[in-house]
């Protein structure tokens, strides 16, 4: 882990939800009742008495594109002490992932929640891995607790937008598209 405390969010980090293209944006095995919108939307996600929800077993699979490319710094993934995520997987640009192919890419990172972590602080991520990201897919593989239910109460994004970088410092990378 770098020296940078997980608690320091940069000053030119922002919180990434102006940038996802809602439009887009999927969660497999949730609950009806108790959608992605709970731990996603501004004002939901505010209100800890709304939750997403699994369904038929622990796991949940959140695919959500962005409207430009953005650098993912760190997330916050905030839930309750038993029911909350423990192992999450991310993996950048990878689209129409399900339950039977997850499992058979390697994440762009993996991270373990502590109870902290539950209570909102942010986790760094493997900054490298997430310089031009698309899409982000969470794949929330257990809960604290080992049972069939998962709750997540918020879900924060933290990060830039690639034009708000400095252009100066990137090489040229268009050619191969």
């Known amino acids: 882990m770098s020296g940078e405390s ?8 922002v919180d990434l939800l102006d940038f996802i293209d809602w ?10 009742s108790h959608s992605l919108a709970n731990a996603l939307k501004q004002g939901y ?5 709304l939750n997403l929800e699994s369904d038929a077993d622990e796991q949940l699979l959140i695919y959500l594109p962005f409207t430009q490319v953005i650098k993912l710094h760190s997330i916050a993934i905030k839930g309750p002490e038993e029911e909350g ?8 640009n990878k689209e129409h992932m399900g339950f039977i192919n997850v499992n058979d890419f390697p ?10 972590n539950l209570k909102g602080k942010p ?15 969470i794949f929330i593989e257990d809960n604290q607790s080992g049972s069939d239910l998962t709750k ?3 879900i924060v994004l933290y990060g830039s937008t690639v034009e ?7 090489k040229k990378i268009e050619d191969g598209h």
């Open 152 to 154: 997540v109460q918020k």
């Open 164 to 170: 708000t970088t400095d252009m100066k410092g990137l």
């Open 107 to 116: 994440p762009s990172d993996t991270i373990n929640l502590s109870p902290d």
């Open 85 to 92: 995520p423990k192992t999450v997987k991310l993996f950048s």
């Open 45 to 49: 996600r505010e209100d800890d008495g």
């Open 123 to 137: 986790v760094v991520l493997k900054y490298v891995k997430f310089q031009n990201v698309r899409s982000l897919t």
């Open 6 to 13: 997980a608690s320091a969010i940069h000053k030119s980090q």
């Open 23 to 32: 439009s887009g944006v999927e969660c497999l095995n949730q609950s009806s």
